[in-house]
């Protein structure tokens, strides 16, 4: 076994080395993917798959790519990821949480090979880098965009797991919509999945027929934005611009753009310097980017645009104090900024939000 | 004019041994055509669905530790099946089981001993078996359908997994992801051999469907499982009892699927999650009739439905063809397995005009 992994190794190695004094850059690179959902998801793969291709072509030639969609968490990744690193990929992305542990795993056993896992904390090998976005810059933006557009105060949230990424967004998007209107009305149903329409347009419908009249989602179907359009209500899109399911229903999307990051990180591979890193990077480096504010007046929109301009020169960080906790306890003192290592790991609502976090 | 399965007179021995291969042909006439619609090179897509996983020694470690939880479970719902108690929850007593035999090393993580992990194994198995006995305790007492009490216990473990990992049984370093503490080294079930990954979850599978095998066929236990299975009445007769029947058949399925959850989360995942399985319990009622209801015909059915699922992701990887094409593939296959079978015990007879009872066929 050991020997197969070796020839497999020397035999990458060959065909990539010009010159053997240079033994780390390469000419050409198999780049791997694994993925969550089904790369049709229009939402988080969707956009994940887009990265690779985006990679794809600025590459060419240099780089080749494979993919597996729709691989269960647990321990079936695990034996996907020992495929890839056997089919000779020389960097594996692995874009869901839950592939952490086999991440980890597998790489202890390929050190040669670079792997990149997506939204986790876990970097126990040199070989195993993690990357994520600030998607909660997005949130404040849409935040502020809600409490502008909606007539009755009020919008609906359609959360998927209550971990640090998902409260980092609805504590963002409130405060946005706070420094609008302090009164404004949040509600949250959790759904418990990333992907299921039928759930996502079940709570979708409670939140409108509950005095809603504006919806955001962090789920990844398209099914919220369909129903938000036939009840006449407005809706953000999630992930990726979803405006063809609801061209006079979305007010804007908050994309994941990982086209440049995986063009970076496979770049640094072909080049010799890839090195173990954490990314977290936002609308700065253009991994979180805003779709086109439609459906909105030219006030709205201008302010909507200056927000995302003081977020991007980091004049602005949306969680700036005073912020108080749910429970009306300060969290942060006035003009103070949350640091990322306890927005990491962030398990609480601020003031206002009219749900209870799941704990 | 409709169509009539007609049970036919005879059964041809040589085409019930031909069965499987005839199955196999025209999965791959059909695979050939499906392949070429799709553009890709045929040869290589069958190649690398049903050869490639076989050539390397890595990936037949994978092919066992797949296929382990599916024979154990099936083999004990082959136990159901054969006695007429339809328990379609072997889902939920899998992840009752799991959670049972996780207690331990979640709950108290500091106590490490070599007794940790045979004491997870006894509770994972009472944990399955009780979960199972629900359904039966309901059916022998109540007379309600085992089919739909056993499924609906499916969503109740599936959602109070999900609870407990969120909420009592977080890791606490975790970070506030939804997820137990991994488990230590004493509970951590081991390999078989140390070179390859296989762990003794497939041992287990092995043993239960041999154990199974020799009481369906050479004990008075299992002569009582086919009569009550085939005739409660007939059973009553020879002073069976068809309740305790019911209670034998759920308990052992039950520890069964209790203890492939077991083997599941301690030999391959090393911790509890939201979700432990991609519905083992559901895919081995297929695997339990793929190999008729014979614990032995399992182990060999439980190894093609994994060699499927391996071969699906090596085609994914080396042609490009979607996700979706594996799982129409595998479709394929078990519609032409059954479809042999079923063509083996009855003949097809078309009937024009109205029924006509008694007229010469």
């Known amino acids: ?359 | 004019m409709r169509i009539e399965l007609k049970k036919r007179d005879g059964i041809s021995t040589l085409f019930a041994i031909l069965s499987p291969f005839v199955a196999l042909g025209l999965t791959l006439i059909a695979g050939v055509i499906l392949f070429i619609a799709l553009g890709k090179d045929p040869v290589a897509a069958l190649y690398s669905f049903f050869i490639e996983p076989l050539t390397e020694i890595w990936s037949l470690h994978e092919l066992a530790i797949k296929a382990a939880p599916l024979i154990l479970i099936a083999v004990g719902l082959s136990v159901c099946y054969r006695s007429n108690n339809w328990n379609i929850g072997a889902e939920g007593q899998f992840i009752i089981g799991a959670m049972a035999g996780s207690i331990l090393p979640v709950v108290f993580h500091g106590w490490q001993s070599p007794l940790v992990l045979p004491l997870m194994i006894v509770f994972a198995m009472i944990g399955g078996a009780a979960y199972a006995a629900i359904p039966a305790f309901l059916k022998a007492r109540l007379n309600t359908n085992e089919i739909l009490t056993s499924l609906m216990l499916v969503y109740v473990a599936q959602l109070f997994l999900d609870w407990t990992v969120r909420g009592p049984w977080r890791n606490p370093e975790g970070f506030n992801f939804p997820e137990t503490r991994n488990f230590h080294d004493y509970a951590v079930l081991p390999r078989i051999i140390e070179t390859g990954k296989t762990h003794w979850g497939f041992g287990f599978a092995l043993i239960a469907a041999l154990v199974l095998w020799f009481i369906m066929r050479r004990t008075l236990k299992g002569f009582e499982i086919t009569v009550l299975g085939q005739s409660a009445r007939a059973g009553r007769f020879a002073g069976f009892s068809d309740k305790k029947m019911v209670y034998f058949a759920f308990l052992v399925s039950g520890a069964l699927a209790g203890l492939a959850g077991l083997s599941e989360v301690s030999g391959s995942i090393g911790q509890l999650r939201p979700v432990i399985s991609p519905g083992y319990g559901f895919t081995a009622i297929i695997v339990a009739f793929l190999g008729r209801l014979n614990p032995l015909g399992i182990v060999a059915a439980g190894l093609v439905l994994a060699l499927t699922y391996l071969g699906g992701e090596a085609a994914q990887i080396s042609i490009g063809i979607t996700d979706k094409v594996t799982r129409l593939f595998q479709g394929l296959l078990l519609f032409f397995v059954l479809g042999c079978d079923t063509l083996i015990h009855y003949r097809i007879r078309l009937v024009f005009g109205a029924a006509q009872k008694g007229s010469a066929a």
């Open chain 1, 1 to 359: 076994m050991k020997k197969t992994l070796l020839l497999l190794a020397a035999a990458t190695a060959l065909a990539g080395i010009a010159a053997p004094a240079n033994a780390e850059a390469m000419d050409k690179v198999k780049a791997c993917f694994i993925y969550v959902g089904p790369v049709g998801d229009f939402g988080w793969s969707y956009q994940h798959d887009q990265g690779r291709l985006y990679a794809e072509e600025k590459l060419g030639d240099k780089l080749e790519t494979a993919y597996l969609e729709s691989v269960p968490e647990g321990a079936d990744s695990e034996r996907a990821l020992e495929r890839f690193a056997r089919s000779g990929c020389n960097i594996i992305f692995t874009t869901s949480f839950g592939y952490m542990d086999p991440t980890n795993k597998v790489a202890k056993d390929f050190p040669d090979i670079k792997f990149e896992h997506a939204t986790g904390y876990k970097r126990e090998h040199p070989n195993v880098a993690t990357y994520d976005s600030k998607f909660f810059q997005g949130r404040y933006v849409i935040g502020q965009i809600a409490a502008k557009m909606s007539k009755t105060g009020s919008a609906g949230y359609i959360a998927s797991f209550p971990i640090p990424e998902v409260v980092q967004g609805i504590n963002s998007f409130m405060l946005g919509a706070q420094s609008i209107n302090p009164d404004f009305k949040l509600k949250v149903v959790w759904v418990n999945t990333w992907f299921d329409p039928g759930k996502e347009a079940d709570a979708a419908k409670v939140l409108l027929d509950g005095g809603a009249d504006i919806l955001t989602q962090h789920t990844d179907s398209t099914a919220p934005m369909q129903v938000a359009a036939e009840r006449g209500a407005f809706a953000f899109g999630q992930a990726s611009d979803m405006i063809a399911f609801g061209p006079n229903t979305q007010l804007t999307s908050i994309i994941d753009d990982w086209g440049p990051y995986y063009l970076e990180r496979i770049s640094a591979v072909l080049e010799g310097t890839w090195e173990q890193q954490a990314t977290w990077a936002g609308m700065a480096e253009g991994h979180v980017v805003m779709a086109p504010y439609t459906n909105m007046p030219d006030d709205v929109k201008a302010m909507a645009e200056e927000t995302e301009a003081k977020i991007t020169s980091g004049e602005f960080h949306p969680f700036t104090g005073p912020i108080m906790k749910q429970d009306g306890s300060e969290w942060l003192a006035d003009g103070v900024v949350a640091d990322d290592g306890v927005l990491a790991g962030l398990n609480f609502y601020v003031k206002g939000i009219d749900d209870q976090l799941p704990q």
